[in-house]
């Protein structure tokens, strides 16, 4: 949750008007945060509190893959409470392991989906991602951080740099697949 391109991207959408909730997990197995992400999800959903119409999800690594596999599980539903996803170095295999593929959620997904990620990222290689991207029947968007890390560390540029990158792209992203929902 404090990680700082989550803080960075929350800060930045909320100064845009776009409200963000932000909750941590401290499991570090994807299962238990999914189970943590989905009772967050049912909670919107249901609240009295929050008279939400929809949400995004967006997760960072295994954040966004717990983010996908929620959205596959709630996909019976089939209410349009969540409005699409956004993949921050989304893991799609483990380092030099690019035979075991994570794409299992990504390619029942239906909802728009956008992946930001770095093109040097040893957990997501480019072409990897573009091939699994290709398959999925959801609308998607993948924006490369050149030469960016799992970390979005980019030799040369500053950590604020690469983040007013990725924030201005996911804000764009959020506002077009809004405007969608609401044409």
């Known amino acids: 949750m404090n990680f700082p391109h989550l803080v960075s991207l929350a800060v930045y959408l909320a100064s845009h008007g776009v409200l963000c909730l932000r909750f941590t997990c401290k499991g570090l197995n994807v299962a238990y945060r ?18 939400l119409l929809g949400v995004f999800l967006a997760g960072r690594s295994m954040g966004s893959r717990a983010a996908a596999s ?5 996909s019976q539903d089939d209410d ?8 921050l170095s989304y893991p799609l295999h483990r380092p030099k392991l690019q035979s075991k593929l994570r794409d299992e959620d990504l ?6 989906v956008l992946f930001v990620s ?4 040893e957990m997501c290689e480019k072409q990897l ?3 699994v991207a290709s398959k999925m029947k959801a609308p998607k968007k993948i924006h490369w951080i050149d030469k ?6 980019v030799k040369g540029r500053t950590t604020d740099d690469v983040m007013e990158e990725i924030n201005v792209q996911v804000f764009s992203w959020l506002r077009e697949n809004i405007e969608l929902e609401h044409k």
């Open 80 to 87: 349009d409470f969540i409005q699409g996803l956004v993949c």
């Open 107 to 112: 390619l029942l997904i239906r909802c728009p």
């Open 118 to 121: 770095g093109s040097a990222d």
């Open 34 to 51: 999914t189970k943590a992400f989905k009772t967050v999800v049912e909670y919107l959903k249901l609240s009295d509190d929050y008279k």
């Open 148 to 153: 960016g890390n799992h970390g979005m560390v």
């Open 70 to 74: 929620v959205i596959r599980q709630l």
């Open 129 to 131: 991602l573009e091939s």
